[in-house]
């Protein structure tokens, strides 16, 4: 294998495309078995063929995030399948208001942002954590967003699901390291998936799939408590969110 990677048996669910795809395929070249979930069986075998190209192997688990028993019935599966159990739990899976069309109510839209980006990811949170405190070893992360650093009018109910989800990882991530578990925030800007290439806006800094992976992977390995990138877009983010008043925060964010 080109290079070696502590995660040998990991689970990643939104593996059917875009950045999950790439993080699934980045871990596969680094020698480890990935755990596919997602609801889309074609995506998803074609996942496992770029998993097998990279010379790594995989299991397809076909299923819905926000069906609670399936998603919990995935991985115990994947945890039972080796006697060494997972290592990495990933919750990969995220929607935004450009995927549903314009006749869908706001307020079913945002429920089911909510159901997948916050709810769905915190199940599987807590699912990995629970799995993996027995052992007293492995990692748990989610791909949140810069977008999670303060909630944005022109993607409220994304935005905010993702501040949730940044707010839920500090929370969890103290009682998991008494119990010598990793939690780590994904937090990239721009990434080419099928989500953003529905965005009619510029993109700042956006990064191809592949190399969003490597430095994820290269995160995650580092045990960071925040992945976040590209730096050119992070840092600025940040302070703005951090320092900026309310009315020019509006201003700048609201659609």
């Known amino acids: 294998m080109p290079d070696g990677t502590p995660f040998e048996r990991a689970w990643i669910s939104g593996a059917s495309s875009g950045l999950g795809r790439a993080i699934a395929v980045e871990l596969a ?61 990933i919750a990969g899976a995220g929607i935004a208001e450009t995927g549903f069309p314009s006749e869908v109510p706001r307020h079913e839209v945002s429920a089911s942002i909510f159901d997948v980006n916050f709810t769905a990811a915190a199940r599987t949170i807590d699912l990995g954590l629970e799995l993996m405190g027995a052992r007293g070893r492995g990692t748990v992360a989610a791909i949140s967003s810069i977008a ?6 022109a993607a409220a109910a994304y935005s905010s699901s993702k501040v949730a989800l940044v707010a839920y990882l500090r929370a969890v991530r103290g009682s998991a390291a008494r119990a010598g578990l990793q939690v780590i925030d994904i937090r990239p800007g721009f990434v080419r998936t099928p989500m953003t290439d529905r965005n009619k806006f510029r993109m700042p800094f956006l990064l191809e799939p592949q190399d969003a992976a490597c430095r994820t992977v290269r995160g995650l390995e580092r045990g960071a408590k925040v992945v976040t990138y590209p730096r050119r877009l992070a840092w600025p983010a940040e302070l703005c969110a951090r320092t900026l008043p309310e009315f020019l925060w509006r201003r700048l964010t609201d659609a």
């Not at 998993?51 to 076909?62: F, R, S």
């Open 148 to 153: 999670g650093l303060r909630s944005m009018g």
């Open 29 to 89: 070249r680094r020698g480890g078995f990935v755990h596919l979930f997602a609801r889309g069986e074609q995506g998803l075998e074609e996942t496992l063929r770029l998993v097998q190209g990279a010379g790594g192997a995989g299991q397809l688990h076909v299923g819905d995030v926000t069906d609670a028993e399936r998603l919990a019935e995935s991985l115990r599966a994947a945890d039972k399948l080796d006697a060494g159990g997972l290592d990495l739990v």
